[in-house]
């Protein structure tokens, strides 16, 4: 491969991958905005305060409920994605680790796993990563309709990027 093929070949790539880094930022920036607008500080302590804007009336309405375990997917999906050097072969793997991992974490916030998590964990409670996963666990609520969010996140994520990635070629 000479030098202008490899300055093309890699100049694509790093359009395909700022492409897909872009609209993973737009998703999650998105998912931030449900959380500043409509869901209470108290709800989600890693939020300051001072950022929490929530009011009496949800701007995203019922589904900001559902909507942040959509967008969590497709943010952190394509995130990798973009990250990735051969993105193309990888891009449905990364898909499915992300829906891997929120749905580990939903399935974390039904009581009787939390329950089990905290008396299984109890002697690592002192560790503040522990701590903090069974905080948001014991905070959050399971819903099937965020299971099947987080699913249909994982699909949109992966047509996206095929279809950035496919655009390109």
């Known amino acids: 491969m000479d030098k202008v093929t ?22 999650l920036i998105m ?3 449900i959380y500043l607008l409509d869901r209470s500080h108290t709800l989600f302590p890693l939020i300051p305060i001072q950022l929490n804007f929530t ?4 701007i995203f309405g019922r589904m900001g409920f559902y909507l942040p375990s959509l967008f969590h997917v497709v943010a952190f999906s394509l995130i ?21 991992i929120n749905l580990l974490f939903e399935i974390g916030q039904a009581s009787s796993v939390t329950k089990f998590l905290k008396d299984h964990l109890f002697e690592y409670q002192h560790n503040a990563i522990i701590n903090n996963i069974l905080l948001f666990f ?20 992966y047509s996206i990027s095929w279809f950035i990635i496919v655009r390109k070629q």
């Open 31 to 33: 998912g931030s905005l």
């Open 80 to 100: 990798g994605i973009s990250l990735l050097r051969n993105y193309s072969k990888y891009n449905l793997a990364c898909c499915l680790f992300w829906v891997m």
């Open 55 to 58: 009011s009496e009336i949800a």
């Open 138 to 157: 014991e905070l959050g609520t399971f819903d099937w309709k965020d299971m099947v969010s987080t699913v249909i996140g994982g699909f949109i994520a």
């Open 6 to 27: 490899k300055l093309v070949t890699h100049k694509a790539t790093n359009d395909v991958n700022i492409r897909i880094l872009l609209t993973g930022l737009i998703f």
